[in-house]
């Protein structure tokens, strides 16, 4: 939709002004909610543009085929046949989406990690309340552990199951884990699903766009990304990602639309699809018009790939530059805010759990003293950091509390230097030392 652009190096101020921030704003927390360049920002004001000129030409019409383009664009990017490839507004739809459309039976359990995105713990807990479904958590680890004994945690969680006389039907886990935020050795918990009957439901949220995907050789049950937190798309997309055996397990897109075929059954009039007729599968078809929406971000994601081959650093180029770069960054980013904070950066003993963009660093607050060991008062301190950060520095910062411990979670971007994260260590000191002043919890 737009001629050639020119390359931009990361981390340099000509890159930073390709996005769209405040001036006085620094967007330390990349992971949450992404964002995007001012040509991604201009191709979806044409598509929306487009659509408000006509309307009815551009949704029935232009939409389905320039959807197509941005559905080869993306297979080709994670290696996968173009025919597994739809789009969803987020991984928390494309979650629902799978989960939903399983048939569940007396006996069938759903397996799930402590460190599940919380919406997804949610989203399983309403299948129990609502279905035969029962649910099983796996929480006998805290990070940092390593990924043997992580694999080794699940396999005694499907043991234990399947002693109980019931059969764990899907397992759902992340590519990367959200909060804290550390890479999941998501390849070798796919391969043990397939070992035990199990359906893999991969939660890439944090996956296309921050780390090498070839979905093909994964060849999981099912696969969802977001590809406007990492990608550079607009919000919302997401890649949903099923092989051709299970598309027929989903049979409805979130909310059922005008692609879905019912069952055949005696006596039922046909419903008709309103819309103009399609040679696509039936898979396709269920996803290309979900409702009335803003489907422009899904459009987006040619330019978004276009943009991210602009980039280069150290002599390379696209993807190879922002991973490189982001990664390298996350790591030592962690180095040096835990350098300020005197204290450390959450990793195994295999150091598998900080190849991504994230650094999980331990933030110098003692909770005994400050939250006397009640959660509650733990997580109204988080909390008040992370406000005290917009208040008053002009920036957000993703706080948890976990294993006892506060934790900041670092997100790197291309858009970001070293300068950055000395300020952002500096500027958690002088938080910290306030809340070790009790200034958190006072009313």
Not at 67 to 82: G, Q, Y
Not at 155 to 168: D, I
Not at 212 to 217: E, G, N, R, V
Not at 320 to 344: F, M, N, P, W
Request: hydrophobic fraction near 40%; proline fraction near 6%.
């Amino acid at each position: 939709m737009s001629g050639p652009i020119a390359s931009f190096e990361c981390g340099s101020q000509l890159l930073k002004r390709q996005f769209l921030f405040d001036p006085g704003y620094r967007n330390l927390n990349h992971g949450s909610f992404g964002t995007f360049p001012r040509v991604v920002r201009d191709a979806l004001r044409q598509y929306q543009d487009e659509c408000e000129a006509r309307p009815d030409a551009f949704i029935r019409y232009a939409y389905p085929k320039a959807l197509d383009v941005s559905r080869e664009a993306v297979a080709k990017l994670v290696n996968a046949p173009v025919d597994t490839c739809v789009f969803v507004p987020n991984a928390t739809t494309g979650v629902n989406t799978v989960l939903r459309s399983l048939v569940y039976a007396e006996g069938d359990v759903i397996l799930y990690f402590a460190t599940i995105y919380g919406a997804c713990e949610k989203t399983v807990t309403y299948l129990t309340e609502t279905t035969p479904a029962e649910s099983s958590r796996i929480d006998d680890h805290v990070y940092p552990v390593s990924d043997d004994a992580l694999c080794d945690a699940f396999e005694r969680a499907v043991a234990r199951v399947k002693s109980s006389g019931k059969q764990p039907k899907v397992a759902i886990f992340d590519s990367i884990a959200s909060l804290p935020g550390v890479r999941v050795p998501f390849e070798r918990l796919v391969s043990l699903c397939r070992s035990h009957s199990i359906l893999s439901l991969v939660d890439g949220a944090h996956g296309i766009g921050q780390i090498p995907l070839d979905l093909a050789q994964l060849d999981a049950d099912s696969f969802i990304s977001n590809a406007h937190k990492w990608l550079f798309t607009p919000r919302g997309c997401a890649l949903l990602c099923v092989p051709k055996r299970n598309q027929g397990l989903i049979r409805s897109s979130l909310p059922t639309s005008h692609g879905f075929i019912p069952l055949p059954k005696s006596g039922s009039p046909k419903i008709n699809n309103p819309l103009p007729p399609s040679p696509k599968s039936a898979f396709v078809v269920n996803f290309e018009f979900v409702g009335t929406i803003d489907n422009a971000p899904y459009l987006c994601l040619p330019a978004a790939l276009k943009f991210r081959e602009s980039i280069t650093w150290q002599g390379k180029s696209g993807e190879d530059a922002i991973i490189g770069y982001t990664q390298q960054q996350a790591r030592e980013a962690g180095k040096l805010v835990a350098e300020i904070l005197s204290t450390e950066i959450m990793e195994n003993e295999e150091g598998t759990l900080g190849r991504c963009n994230f650094s999980n660093v331990r933030l110098p607050l003692d909770p005994t003293t400050l939250a006397g060991g009640e959660t509650s008062k733990a997580v109204r301190i988080a909390q008040w950091i992370s406000a005290t950060l917009v208040d008053e520095y002009n920036t957000f910062i993703a706080i948890i509390f976990y294993g006892g411990a506060w934790w900041v979670r670092l997100s790197a971007q291309i858009y970001l230097t070293t300068d950055d994260w000395q300020w952002a260590g500096e500027v958690l000191k002088q938080v910290c030392e306030r809340a070790s002043k009790g200034e958190a919890l006072r009313e």
